[in-house]
Structure formats: C-alpha cells, structure tokens
C-alpha cells in the first residue's frame, strides 16, 4: 500500500506525511547520537585520566564551524521563505548558499583531520580521540547527506517547482527541519568535546 504524499495537515496527526516522516526519523537519529553522547559520558566520568579537549582540538576553528553551521540554518529558512513568498529564483539562492556553507564546514573538517593525522593524532591513540573522531565523523556524514538533498533539490529537483510548486516547497520544509537537526547536533558537540 502506498502512502500518498499530502500538502494538507492529516486530520489525525496534525501534520502531512512527510513531517511526519521526518519527525519519526529525527527520532531514531536521536537515539543513534543520544547513545554515542551517553557512551562520551560513561567513558569520561569512568576514566582515571580524561584529556582537556581545548588543549588537543582547536577551539577556533571548531567556533568557526558553529558560526558556519548557525548561518546555514538561517539560509535553509530563507530559502523555504521564499519558496513560499513565489520566488524559485531566491529560493535557489539560499539552497545553493546553504550548500556552499556546507561545503565549507566539510572543508574545515577535513582541515582538521588532516592536521590532527600528520601531527601523529588518529582515534587509536586514546578514548578521547575514539569519540571524538566517531562523533564528528558520524556528523560529517549527516551533512554531507543533507548537502546532497540540497544539490538535487537546487539542481534537478527544482523542476518540481513549475507542476507542484506547494509540494516542492514543502519538501525543502522537510530537508530544512533536518539540516536544524544536523545544525543541533552539532551545538552540542562543540561545547562537549572542545571546551569541556
């Protein structure tokens, strides 16, 4: 049985079935990094000996990031906004933007781990660098995935538009609602490995 895409909110569930989708699998994601920050927890609070994260991992660049991250949220809005307000021309703006911001935060990553690789740092040297390179690598690749939807969505996907303007704008409402996710993971993953 196939489940027909709604553009109206479900009488039973308040919301059309792609936010519902969405919100159900945001739940599992949840779970999945609600369990690797419990493990972080487990293994910090256990360890005899637990390394300063600001004295291995560079606080700056990863502030950099979050500032990147943070901007690309309000691009993702914008872009929703104005699909919304008709205008497919900006809306592909801020997609194409939430993109590059993507893309640069991939870039510092990859900065990072490579600097981490050539100083001698790799996650088989202690717990700390385990997780850490675990949870940022887990997170690298939530983004990469939602910089891919944002490509198809700029590119190919934006033919949508011109049939089913309403249905294409609220699928960028559905990839938005989990780049925030992606965006909160991250929020939370600063502050844990870098400054605590």
């Avoid at 606080?59 to 691009?75: D, W």
């Avoid at 939430?98 to 510092?108: A, E, I, N, S, Y």
């Avoid at 944002?150 to 699928?171: C, D, I, L, Q, V």
Wanted: hydrophobic share 55%; net charge neutral.
């Amino acid at each position: 049985m196939q489940i027909p895409f709604t553009v109206e909110a479900r009488p039973d569930t308040g919301l059309n079935n792609a936010k519902l989708g969405i919100w159900l699998f945001l739940a599992s994601e949840v779970m999945l990094f609600g369990a690797l920050f419990s493990s972080y927890i487990l293994l910090r609070v256990n360890a005899d000996v637990w390394p300063k994260g600001h004295e291995i991992l560079s606080v700056p660049v990863a502030a950099f990031n979050t500032v990147v991250l943070i901007s690309s949220s309000v691009t993702v809005i914008m872009a929703w906004a104005s699909l919304k307000m008709g205008s497919l021309s900006k809306g592909r703006m801020y997609l194409l933007l939430t993109f590059v911001l993507g893309l640069v935060f991939m870039c510092v990553k990859a900065y990072e781990y490579n600097h981490k690789f050539h100083t001698g740092l790799f996650p088989s040297e202690s717990t700390f660098l385990a997780i850490y390179f675990t949870l940022t690598g887990l997170h690298g690749l939530h983004v990469l995935g939602g910089m891919i939807v944002f490509a198809y969505f700029w590119g190919p996907g934006s033919k949508m538009w011109h049939s089913e303007p309403e249905h294409f704008t609220n699928r960028i409402e559905v990839a938005g609602v989990y780049w925030h996710f992606v965006d909160l993971v991250w929020i939370f993953l600063f502050p844990v490995l870098y400054l605590l």
